[in-house]
């Protein structure tokens, strides 16, 4: 194996890949990144069984072959490289010479045959989709899934793929993001639930004027472009049935600047319960009235000038929550929608003239009088 690359392109394609390297494994070629030097370039491939990414970069391949290379290191020497050109040499054993201006480095690595297998996925008669239309879904929805391990099925993403929309709706069950993209007819029906770290991938490598090739099997999923894939263990098991949690009958609708709402939220949930993080928000006609009151720790008033319409009503809510979603909505105004102190709420955004459709959700935390 023989191959000329520059510093700023292996660099870039060594961080491609660095989020599929586990951090601890008892499988010591999980810790090696796999590199190929073929006709097409050079290609870097690193897996923790979960997900994988395989990315090709440009390079000037004088003799092809492949290795695997323990991934920090490697990605420790190339950041501290000047800016030139690497020449890379790999000899029998395993050992690989590294040179660059007047450095040299030689690195252990692991045989190939040792690397784990990628997924069997077949990406014909998959969908095709554009990346930027993706990214969306993944940029609003993502965030509200669980971190807990209480409930698996929650740790990931619904996707519902549809012949004219796909949809992603995430929950822990106190939040929930929901959005709606249409798309043009492609592949079939499914519902996937995606883990987050995979889409994360997703929105990362892939830019935004790519078309993306999407394909599952029975347990995998793989995405990719012309020159970058990456495949993702599916979670198993019915999602929960998220529509019936959706309010039909909110009758009462407060519409507020998102920023300033925000901001006064932050300045609420610095006297907040480092534990229930819980606000009250008082509602009547043109006003917000938020305040949080902390027995060991102190209170904090503060009114906000709304549009509101409906009866006067008071309602809980964890800060942090809220503040997730607001940062999350697309739009400078937000629209919140009650029906009483108990019973979810809805936030959108206002004056959004995008195709897709969004929704959040917030459950209340109940108010100690």
């Known amino acids: 194996m023989?191959?000329?690359i520059t510093r700023e392109k292996l660099h870039e394609g060594l961080g491609a890949v660095a989020a599929s390297i586990p951090t601890k494994t008892t499988l010591?070629?999980?810790?090696?990144?796999?590199?190929?030097?073929?006709?097409d370039g050079l290609r870097l491939s690193g897996t923790d069984l979960d997900l994988s990414v395989s990315t090709i970069i440009p390079a000037?391949?004088?003799?092809?072959?492949a290795t695997t290379l323990p991934a920090r290191k490697l990605t420790e020497i190339v950041r501290e490289?000047?800016?030139?050109?690497?020449?890379?040499?790999?000899?029998?054993?395993?050992?690989?010479?590294?040179?660059?201006?007047?450095?040299?480095?030689?690195?252990?690595?692991?045989?190939?045959?040792?690397?784990?297998?990628?997924?069997?996925v077949k990406f014909d008669g998959g969908w095709k989709i554009a990346a930027k239309d993706l990214q969306k879904l993944i940029g609003h929805v993502a965030f509200a899934a669980s971190t807990e391990e209480s409930r698996p099925i929650l740790n990931g993403v619904l996707w519902e793929l549809r012949s004219d929309r796909m949809r992603m709706v995430a929950t822990n069950g106190h939040r929930l993001a929901r959005m709606?993209?249409?798309?043009?007819?492609?592949?079939?029906?499914?519902?996937?639930?995606?883990?987050?770290?995979?889409?994360?991938?997703?929105?990362r490598l892939f830019g935004p004027e790519e078309e993306i090739e999407i394909a599952k099997s029975d347990n995998h999923l793989g995405f990719r472009s012309a020159g970058?894939?990456?495949?993702?263990?599916?979670?198993?098991?019915?999602?929960?049935?998220?529509?019936?949690v959706i309010p039909r009958e909110n009758d009462k609708i407060m519409t507020a600047d998102r920023a300033a709402f925000a901001a006064a939220l932050r300045r609420m949930s610095i006297v907040a319960s480092d534990q229930t993080h819980r606000i009250r928000l008082a509602f009547s006609s043109g006003a917000c009235k938020l305040s949080v009151t902390t027995p060991d720790l102190g209170e904090a008033q503060e009114e906000l000038t709304v549009s509101y319409e409906g009866d006067p009503l008071e309602i809980g809510f964890n800060a942090a929550y809220l503040l997730e979603i607001l940062k999350y909505l697309p739009t400078d105004e937000v629209r919140m929608s009650f029906k009483a102190p108990e019973r979810a709420?809805?936030?959108?955004?206002v004056g959004w003239d995008d195709p897709a459709s969004y929704l959040t959700l917030v459950m209340p935390l109940r108010l100690l009088d």
């Open 180 to 203: 709606d993209v249409p798309i043009k007819g492609t592949g079939g029906q499914a519902d996937l639930i995606v883990p987050p770290k995979g889409l994360e991938q997703i929105r």
């Open 2 to 4: 023989k191959f000329t």
């Open 228 to 244: 970058t894939q990456v495949f993702t263990r599916l979670i198993e098991g019915p999602y929960p049935n998220y529509e019936q």
């Open 345 to 349: 709420t809805t936030c959108e955004p």
């Open 81 to 120: 490289l000047p800016s030139a050109s690497i020449r890379v040499t790999g000899s029998g054993e395993q050992r690989v010479q590294i040179d660059c201006g007047r450095s040299r480095f030689k690195l252990l690595g692991l045989s190939r045959d040792e690397f784990p297998a990628f997924p069997a």
């Open 60 to 65: 000037q391949v004088d003799q092809e072959g």
């Open 28 to 39: 010591p070629v999980l810790s090696n990144i796999l590199v190929e030097a073929t006709k």
